[in-house]
């Protein structure tokens, strides 16, 4: 049931992002840097410490985890930069403007969303605290897709209602992801793996996506602070909660 309630939690992150991006472009900055700090936070203090655990517990080979964390480094990069999803990119195709190009890319943030959920469902497998923990990086994650879709869609000459039913469609794909994994339980071996693979991951999303693009806005002392903040707040929530 608590993977259920983070679930309906990313649809809510997702559908605000999204708005947020048509209401306040001033300030997503500021927001982005936040969020980024949380993911590098939740990367370094929840999902590291329990793969330690994990290996000490089980005594696993820290090798095979290890490659899962670059491959998840490595494959979500890929796959950003061959289908050009996040509006980072936007300037790179910015000549090529078409509406067919921006649905394309909306449904691979929705197939990307899925797979957000899906990592909910899994992380609340290995355990309560990690589930809880990584579902914080997904919501914050997930804010940022809603904004993405949105951009995406309005900048490839897409009117804002049909963005907008796309970014419904965003922020149901973690919820039916979630759902995905009440049907079936991960082994030990393949959750530690799992973890590793979505670490590799948040690490990119935090320092090689969000935090780049939160900075392609504006530097400032002020959006540093936030992303210091971001991570200081999971810090406490992991030592103290």
Known sequence: MEAVFFSI????????????AVKLKSKLHLI????????????????????IEQVKTHNFAPTG???????????????????????????????HVHPQV????????????????????LGFQASPAVGALVAVAVISHDFTDGMNTVTLMIAHQNSERKAKRFL???AVAPVAGVAATLFFSVPERFMILYLGFFAGFLLYIGASDILPQAHSKKSSYQLMSLTVLGALLIFVISRFA
């Open 102 to 121: 921006g649905i394309l890319s909306a449904l691979a943030l929705v197939g990307h969303s899925f797979l957000d959920g899906f990592g909910i469902g």
């Open 65 to 95: 985890i290890m490659l899962a964390l670059v491959a998840g480094f490595l494959v979500f990069h890929i796959l950003e930069k061959a289908i050009l999803i996040h509006h980072g990119h936007e300037g790179d195709y910015a000549e």
């Open 9 to 20: 939690a990313t649809f809510f992150s997702t559908w605000f992002g999204g708005i947020l």
């Open 168 to 170: 419904f469609l965003d």
């Open 32 to 51: 982005m840097g936040f969020a980024a700090g949380v993911i590098l936070g939740v990367v370094f203090f929840e999902i590291f410490p329990e793969i």
